[in-house]
């Protein structure tokens, strides 16, 4: 069902596979760190702000509490630097992305992704949406060579998604709470027939300038 979660999660079990044992890695904006096992043959840190009432809960599992444009670490600190689904909540992400930067050696790889369409969420630290020239904007400014900025899926996975996970709400719109629920359950057939449908119309859209999520790799010069 969750298109979102399983692409992101397709994205980092690759780049983890390319990260050499014993390397050092930062999980900027960790949350409850569910990548973390997909790193187990690194020297593996994370951070997050846990500064939101959705955050404060896995905090106390985070190595360094601290915003993304503001890490306490030293110049050149870490091989590798992970950042997923963080920007859209930082202010003035163009600061987290040259502060990653700023950690990595030279040579090393940032491996980020950043929402194009999405509902709001952790309100109301919800800022941003990105396009890839945004992103390749504030990779080159931070120093950054762009290795890749690809879309996980395309307007029909977007489409599908949206249209998948609205139903549910229809039903709650009319009878509450209990509507929600009950409608959720007894869509959810239809919901993955949807999903499922327009997975596969999406190789149709070649061009892909609609997208859920943008998966970047980007090289400190």
């Known amino acids: 069902m969750n298109y979102n979660a399983?692409?992101?999660?397709?994205?980092?079990?690759?780049?983890?596979?390319?990260?050499?044992?014993k390397a050092s890695l930062v999980d900027v904006g960790a949350g409850e760190s569910p990548y973390k096992p997909l790193f187990?043959?690194?020297?593996?840190?994370?951070?997050?702000?846990?500064g939101t009432s959705d955050h404060h809960a896995y905090s106390s599992g985070i190595d360094f509490i601290c915003p993304a444009d503001d890490m306490p670490f030293a110049d050149n600190a870490y091989n590798f630097v992970l950042c997923t689904q963080v920007l859209e909540h930082v202010r003035y992400p163009e600061k987290a992305v040259k502060e990653m930067a700023r950690v990595l050696q030279p040579g090393g790889q940032l491996f980020l992704t950043a929402p194009q369409s999405w509902e709001e969420h952790e309100v109301?630290?919800?800022?941003?949406?990105?396009?890839?020239?945004?992103?390749?904007a504030y990779a080159e400014d931070?120093?950054?060579?762009?290795?890749?900025i690809e879309p996980q899926g395309g307007r029909f996975i977007a489409i599908g998604y949206f249209l998948a996970w609205s139903l549910?709400?229809?039903?709650?719109?009319w009878f509450g709470r209990p509507g929600f629920v009950v409608?959720?359950?007894?869509?959810?057939?239809?919901?993955?027939?949807?999903?499922?449908?327009?997975?596969l119309l999406d190789i149709l859209d070649r061009n892909k300038e609609?997208?859920?999520t943008y998966e970047c790799i980007f090289t400190k010069k």
Do not use: C, K, M
């Open 6 to 21: 399983w692409s992101l999660r397709q994205f980092v079990t690759r780049v983890a596979a390319q990260v050499p044992v």
């Open 40 to 50: 187990n043959h690194t020297a593996y840190v994370s951070t997050d702000w846990g």
């Open 124 to 136: 109301p630290h919800d800022y941003h949406r990105f396009t890839r020239y945004a992103l390749r």
């Open 142 to 148: 931070a120093g950054l060579e762009v290795v890749s």
């Open 168 to 173: 549910p709400v229809v039903f709650g719109g």
């Open 183 to 199: 409608a959720g359950l007894f869509f959810y057939p239809l919901n993955f027939s949807i999903a499922l449908l327009f997975q």
């Open 210 to 212: 609609i997208t859920l």
